[in-house]
């Protein structure tokens, strides 16, 4: 035990020497390779990010919401993101992060990368509906909520005709859409389990500002309870919510495992997000830089579907640990769901009028939803 405080409080004392003299970059970068406890590796990797920073053409500052350490059950992937955009614009980029919400997190990160405070931001799709309405159609229920439907319609020309242009006409450029995992069902302590949607009545349901969202777990059943984010974990606890829906990801980085009972896999809606860049700096760029930076990010978009199991087994281990039961549903139980409240119902036409622009551009959208892309992804 001694020894591992010594190893704790030397990578500490090595963190903060870094950082003291200006490369906190590489300071994350030590502590994301284990390496903050060696003098020699931390000395060498802080002399190549000088030596990257000193020979990069540009600097693009990306800011997240999530600690580094977040991929493990929270695949978002930006110290990868990172390195390839360096080694795919041969060293004239050098990504500076700025993890863990230090420059802000969700709206406030896309209005920094919107204007021009950063050249590039995380953020989640529903924080980028109120600079691109049609991109809060993801949160139409079984629209594109399974992994594989999202990755689908994301990645299709349909989707890059109709809704690329409104993002960069509010003065973005989406990147790479990072896949998480759908929303699920997660009940408080002492609720009782949720398979059908019978199940969810008078359930006071966690809910953000999405009017869609609202809609649906009326639709479905559930009591509406719109909580700020970071008042939820209070609110669950406390039972002013019973219930809420971020991904089991979502739940196991930001500390609900001691307070829930039952998860169920309702695959309703994506908790997806989104890279976003500031396109007034990347139209500046050189056209190879430009190419390298879209090759990182569809390099990191492959990475990150690739990952999305992974996380998710490590989540739902350590949920598992907590006394939480997970639930998946069978095809004719996910019917019901659908049924009950899904995006074939006349309730949503407005939404899609609105949205997509017309009924015919969103049929579209849920063509290019439906058909299999170039990429896999595992869906729970």
Same mark, same amino acid.
């Given at each position: 035990?001694?020894?591992?405080?010594?190893?704790?409080?030397?990578?500490?004392?090595?963190?903060?020497?870094?950082?003291?003299?200006?490369?906190?970059?590489?300071?994350?970068?030590?502590?994301?390779?284990?390496?903050?406890?060696?003098?020699?590796?931390?000395?060498?990797?802080?002399?190549?990010?000088?030596?990257?920073?000193?020979?990069?053409?540009?600097?693009?500052?990306?800011?997240?919401?999530?600690?580094?350490?977040?991929?493990?059950?929270?695949?978002?992937?930006?110290?990868?993101?990172?390195?390839?955009?360096?080694?795919?614009?041969?060293?004239?980029?050098?990504?500076?992060?700025?993890?863990?919400?230090?420059?802000?997190?969700?709206?406030?990160?896309?209005?920094?990368?919107?204007?021009?405070?950063?050249?590039?931001?995380?953020?989640?799709?529903?924080?980028?509906?109120?600079?691109?309405?049609?991109?809060?159609?993801?949160?139409?229920?079984?629209?594109?909520?399974?992994?594989?439907?999202?990755?689908?319609?994301?990645?299709?020309?349909?989707?890059?005709?109709?809704?690329?242009?409104?993002?960069?006409? *509010?003065?973005? $450029?989406?990147?790479f859409y990072v896949v998480i &995992? =759908?929303? /699920?069902? !997660?009940?408080?302590?002492? @609720?009782? +389990?949720?398979?059908?949607?019978?199940?969810?009545?008078?359930?006071?349901?966690?809910?953000?500002?999405?009017?869609?969202?609202?809609?649906?777990?009326?639709?479905?059943?559930?009591?509406?309870?719109?909580?700020?984010?970071?008042?939820?974990? *209070?609110?669950? $606890?406390?039972?002013?919510?019973?219930?809420? &829906? =971020?991904? /089991?990801? !979502?739940?196991?980085?930001? @500390?609900? +495992?001691?307070?829930?009972?039952?998860?169920?896999?309702?695959?309703?809606?994506?908790?997806s997000q989104v890279y976003s860049?500031?396109?007034?700096?990347?139209?500046?760029?050189?056209?190879?830089?430009?190419?390298?930076?879209?090759?990182?990010?569809?390099?990191?978009?492959?990475?990150?579907?690739?990952?999305?199991?992974?996380?998710?087994?490590?989540?739902?281990?350590?949920?598992? +640990?907590?006394?939480?039961?997970?639930?998946?549903?069978?095809?004719?139980?996910?019917?019901?769901?659908?049924?009950?409240?899904?995006?074939?119902?006349?309730?949503?036409?407005?939404?899609?009028?609105?949205?997509?622009?017309?009924?015919?551009?969103?049929?579209?959208l849920e063509e290019a939803a439906?058909?299999?892309?170039?990429?896999?992804?595992?869906?729970?």
């Amino acid at each position: 035990m001694k020894k591992k405080d010594e190893l704790t409080s030397h990578g500490r004392r090595n963190f903060l020497k870094l950082t003291a003299c200006g490369g906190f970059t590489a300071a994350l970068v030590a502590g994301a390779a284990g390496t903050l406890w060696s003098d020699e590796a931390v000395a060498q990797i802080a002399q190549e990010e000088r030596e990257r920073e000193k020979a990069a053409e540009h600097t693009m500052t990306l800011a997240t919401a999530y600690l580094l350490g977040a991929s493990r059950s929270y695949p978002i992937m930006q110290l990868d993101l990172k390195e390839n955009i360096q080694n795919a614009t041969n060293g004239k980029v050098y990504v500076k992060l700025a993890p863990g919400g230090q420059l802000g997190a969700g709206g406030a990160l896309a209005q920094a990368v919107q204007g021009g405070t950063i050249q590039a931001a995380q953020h989640s799709l529903s924080n980028f509906a109120p600079f691109a309405s049609t991109v809060d159609l993801i949160n139409m229920p079984y629209f594109c909520g399974s992994n594989q439907r999202f990755t689908n319609l994301v990645t299709s020309d349909a989707w890059k005709k109709e809704v690329h242009p409104k993002i960069e006409a *509010s003065g973005f $450029k989406a990147l790479f859409y990072v896949v998480i &995992d =759908p929303r /699920v069902v !997660a009940v408080r302590k002492g @609720g009782n +389990k949720v398979i059908t949607p019978a199940d969810l009545d008078g359930v006071k349901f966690r809910v953000p500002g999405s009017a869609m969202l609202q809609q649906y777990y009326r639709m479905v059943g559930a009591n509406p309870t719109p909580v700020a984010w970071g008042e939820t974990p *209070s609110a669950i $606890k406390q039972g002013v919510a019973d219930a809420l &829906d =971020p991904s /089991v990801g !979502a739940l196991y980085v930001f @500390g609900f +495992k001691d307070i829930l009972s039952h998860v169920t896999f309702t695959q309703a809606v994506p908790d997806s997000q989104v890279y976003s860049m500031n396109l007034e700096w990347f139209n500046s760029l050189p056209p190879d830089v430009q190419e390298g930076i879209e090759f990182a990010g569809e390099v990191t978009a492959q990475q990150n579907l690739a990952k999305v199991p992974a996380a998710r087994s490590f989540a739902m281990s350590e949920l598992v +640990k907590s006394g939480v039961e997970f639930h998946s549903l069978t095809d004719d139980q996910l019917a019901e769901w659908q049924a009950a409240g899904g995006y074939q119902r006349t309730e949503w036409d407005d939404f899609k009028k609105e949205l997509a622009g017309s009924m015919e551009a969103f049929a579209q959208l849920e063509e290019a939803a439906n058909t299999q892309g170039r990429l896999y992804v595992h869906d729970a």
